[in-house]
């Protein structure tokens, strides 16, 4: 079974921390995505990776970097944390076939305070 | 552009009734079509897929044809169980000028009644 794993299923932060949110997939997948969720807003892309050491801005990336030294690992990282940015973040993996589905973790409710 | 829509619900039904939940969807190029479920408290799970025209995705009772004339993808079940409460979301997967692109729907929310 292909496997997505979160670093943490709970984290509560404090506004201006560094946060650090891991994934890592254990599929080989060349795509990896970072999602956040919020009631009545769905699903929304901050920042996508289709390769080691490639990022590409998805529709809200403001406030967000990534990293991906490692193709099985893509970290999304909170520069200095926000009350706006207390939500469920969910990360998942892909191959590239656009008939392929993507894989996701079990999420990560973060919570700043 | 490439765009997903679904009711949005809540939908509630009594346990053993039938289930349609609409999807609708545009996009540039020869999509796959997915629905996705989500249980409380957990990520996606793909439940279904259908990845070129006429084609029919099923699982766990759920079934849901591809229709390129008229751009859906509806989802149905026979007869829902307390079980199957979960939120629903309808997607696709498409390469166009930008490369790989997934869309998501907003999600339905399914509540089943004993």
């Known amino acids: 079974d292909v496997k997505v794993t979160q670093s943490s299923r709970y984290l509560v932060k404090r506004t201006g921390e560094k946060v650090f949110l891991e994934c890592v997939q254990d599929m080989d997948h060349e795509n990896m995505f970072w999602y956040r969720q919020d009631p009545g807003l769905g699903l929304r892309l901050i920042y996508f990776?289709?390769?080691?050491?490639?990022?590409e801005k998805g529709d809200i990336p403001e406030g967000y970097s990534v990293s991906r030294e490692k193709k099985e690992r893509f970290s999304l990282i909170l520069e200095s944390a926000s009350t706006n940015q207390t939500s469920m973040y969910l990360c998942?993996?892909?191959?590239?076939?656009?008939?392929?589905?993507?894989?996701f973790g079990p999420g990560t409710r973060l919570t700043v305070l | 552009g490439n765009s997903v829509t679904q009711m949005e619900g809540p939908v509630t039904l009594s346990e053993e009734a039938f289930l349609t939940i609409n999807c609708t969807y545009t996009?540039?190029?020869?999509?796959?079509l997915f629905w996705y479920v989500q249980y409380p408290g957990e990520g996606l799970q793909l439940l279904l897929k259908?990845?070129?025209?006429?084609d029919k995705g099923s699982n766990k009772g759920f079934e849901a044809t591809y229709r390129k004339e008229t751009t859906s993808f509806h989802l149905e079940k026979g007869s829902v169980q307390v079980s199957d409460s979960a939120v629903y979301f309808c997607a696709l997967s498409v390469y166009d000028n930008y490369g790989q692109n997934f869309v998501f729907g907003p999600g339905t929310r399914l509540s089943v009644l004993p």
């Open positions: 259908a990845t070129k025209a006429d």
């Open positions: 990776s289709y390769d080691v050491k490639m990022k």
């Open positions: 996009a540039t190029g020869y999509p796959s």
């Open positions: 998942a993996s892909s191959f590239l076939g656009s008939g392929d589905e993507q894989f």
